[in-house]
């Protein structure tokens, strides 16, 4: 970056920073990832200088021959992945995409049945606070109060009684398996679009360790920087026969051009995807996971569900007598990062909820395993159960640099 570090000192400065403290600290905010620098290279390139409003050989603008082989490639990679009749790489982020395909399928003022943001549902799927909230009818499903899963049985009650004209699966925080399959048949009984938000675990179905979405969902969308940890961006994909109303409602509907620096690094992402490595990390993924969601079980931190089927635990902080922000801020000082989120049916606002959020996806990227997860297990455990004490700080900041040392990252980077 000998450049940027001429043109502008300050952001190249604080870029520096900001991979120290990514190369320094350990990563369990689930929804992180370290991508590859392949991707990282294909963002910075010249692809960024091109408008190609519109699609492979319907560009509203001339020179796109490159542009339009490059996201023909990563369309037909985003397809073969997750076995979809079309999809559209064009959305530049995951509510992005999500807007797009309500547009595709909805008018405003159309219900919307999704899960309730405190149990672990996403902004976009309705909440108040979104445009989405504000131009369709949202109404909420919830997990069950006894043992924190999704209640199929209320999601029936509900589309039957409401008559939604979508139903949205998927979740943010939510540690066990999402039953697509039942989601798509209640859509189909009660004559509602079924859309499928697996932008959490799309890499875990890649790899086969969540049943897949695809099959059940009439429009499946995804980010590709979580558990695919490829670049910051979204997908849409979707059966034929919605293909042209999806392309139409990305463009010219709710987006203008496309970034195809980041479309050329989700074919990137889409191609790594592809690999052994990546199906052994996915793998290695889950069983971090459920090795940190035990070890808290043992040492009495309540879990919401009690466990975990994917890549990240919602712990419940009520019974360590702190907030979840507290306990996200207390970790953070000693180099480990989290989120505060909030827990299903929470009495406490989202601004500092009483869940903590944790996941694998980019610790297991840089190739740690079981026994590491006990050591930051333990760390863990140790500093909400002591936030205040300095020689606990100490310790485990200790621990946090060992670690890093012996799993680095980005080495070949030469900022
Ligand atoms: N905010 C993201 C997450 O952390 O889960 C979802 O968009």
């Known amino acids: 970056m000998k450049n940027l570090g001429q043109t502008d000192p ?32 294909t963002m910075g390139t010249v692809l960024n200088n091109k408008y190609a409003e519109g699609y492979a050989k319907a560009r509203y603008y001339t020179g796109n021959k490159f542009i339009d082989n490059i996201e023909t490639l990563a369309i037909e990679r985003a397809k073969k992945l997750f076995k979809a009749e079309h999809a559209n790489v064009q959305p530049h982020s995951g509510t992005t995409a999500n807007l797009a395909a309500y547009f595709s399928l909805l008018k405003p003022g159309d219900k919307i049945l999704s899960m309730d943001l405190a149990c672990g549902g996403h902004l976009s799927h309705g909440a108040k606070v979104s445009l ?80 897949e979405a695809t099959p059940f969902a009439d429009i499946v969308t995804t980010t590709t920087h979580k558990t695919m940890r490829g670049p910051r961006s979204a997908i849409i994909l979707s059966k034929n026969k919605l293909a042209k109303k999806i392309d139409t409602s990305v463009f010219p509907g709710t987006q203008g051009g496309p970034l195809e620096q980041m479309i050329a690094a989700k074919a990137v992402c889409f191609q790594e995807a592809m690999t052994d490595k990546f199906t052994n990390d996915q793998i ?54 989290t989120n505060f989120n909030t827990i299903p049916f929470d ?40 936030p205040q004490d300095n020689n606990i700080k100490l310790k485990a900041k200790k621990l946090v640099q060992e670690l890093t040392q012996k799993f680095p990252i980005y080495q070949e980077l030469k900022y």
């Open 347 to 386: 009495s406490r606002p989202a601004k500092d909820p009483s869940g903590l959020r944790l996941g694998t996806p980019a610790l297991t990227t840089q190739g740690m395993k079981e026994a590491e997860m006990e050591i930051i297990s333990q760390v863990i455990i140790d500093i909400l159960k002591n």
């Open 10 to 41: 300050k952001i190249y400065q604080k870029i520096r920073n900001e991979l120290d403290r990514q190369k320094n600290g350990l990563i369990l905010i689930a929804s992180e990832n370290f991508t590859s620098t392949a991707v990282l290279e």
């Open 284 to 337: 290695q993924t889950v069983k971090n996971a459920k090795k940190i969601a035990q070890i808290l079980i043992d040492n009495d931190l309540k879990l919401i569900t009690n466990g975990t089927d994917n890549h990240l635990i919602l712990i419940d902080c009520t019974p360590l007598n702190i907030t979840g922000k507290q306990a996200a801020l207390a970790l953070e000082k000693v180099g480990i990062y």
């Open 132 to 211: 989405v909230g504000q131009l369709f009818e949202p109404i909420s499903y919830t997990v069950n109060k006894k043992d924190g899963l999704i209640d199929y049985d209320q999601i029936n009650e509900l589309a039957k009684k409401e008559k939604p004209q979508l139903i949205i699966s998927g979740a943010t925080a939510y540690p066990r398996q999402i039953d697509f399959e039942t989601i798509g048949q209640i859509a189909k009984d009660n004559n509602a679009y079924h859309l499928a938000d697996i932008s959490h675990i799309a890499g875990l179905i890649i790899a086969g360790q969540h049943p």
